[in-house]
């Protein structure tokens, strides 16, 4: 990407006094944490060129708990696939196909499909664009859109106006829908082979100290 994005807000129609008792916070759960995005893929189409359907993600079950982060991928052909992150050293780990091996890729790779905070870094007084109430609940709903040489997209977020949580976010080809839940109380355990690669991946990372003088 281009590092001259120009960033057009679409500001909100509301006017700015009636927006002084709106708080624009994002309160997307910190630390051990357990959410669901749903998944609507808005420009796909339903088949391949074969006629076969497209392989798409409907789905992300994420837990987060310690210095890990575990994403359970619901495809629609009805199989899963996991993320497996470590927040420190961020690296996130993962194959496709259990005959692969294993991935490895920073988090920020990921771009939009971190679905976590990231996602809602935008949000805030400037791209506050209106109030709504979905099912008897205000929602505050968010637009920006982003502009350069790669990409032009106007991404939209909606905040539940009394809990603060992320309740939707899309780019103009994926909306997502998050709900939250209470993490599990067993502790996340990376299996055998992801903990072998994220030790090979750490040792790597890790500056080899001088051997002094003798």
């Not at 708080?23 to 893929?41: I, M, Y």
């Amino acid at each position: 990407m281009n590092k001259g994005i120009i960033l057009v807000l679409l500001l909100a129609t509301v006017p700015l006094h009636a927006q002084e008792s709106i708080s624009h916070t994002v309160n997307f759960p910190a630390g051990d944490a357990a959410w669901t995005v749903k998944l609507e893929h808005l420009r796909k189409p339903a088949t391949t060129e074969g006629g076969s359907p497209v392989r798409e993600v409907k789905s992300v079950d994420v837990v987060r708990k310690g210095n890990l982060r575990q994403d359970t991928l619901h495809w629609n052909d009805g199989t899963t696939s996991h993320y497996w992150w470590s927040l420190s050293p961020a690296v996130v780990l993962f194959r496709t196909k259990p005959s692969e091996p294993i991935f490895s890729i920073r988090p920020g790779q990921l771009s939009s499909r971190r679905f976590d905070e990231s996602n809602f870094s935008w949000v805030g007084p400037q791209t506050f664009r209106k109030m709504e109430v979905v099912e008897g609940r205000p929602l505050r709903v968010y637009r920006i859109k982003v502009e350069d040489e790669d990409i032009k997209k106007i991404f939209t977020a909606g905040i539940d106006g009394e809990t603060g949580l992320p309740v939707t976010w899309s780019d103009e080809e994926t909306a997502a829908t998050f709900t939250f839940g209470a993490p599990p109380s067993a502790p996340l355990v990376l299996p055998g082979e992801y903990e072998a690669e994220l030790r090979r991946i750490v040792s790597h990372l890790t500056p080899v100290k001088p051997a002094g003088k003798r």
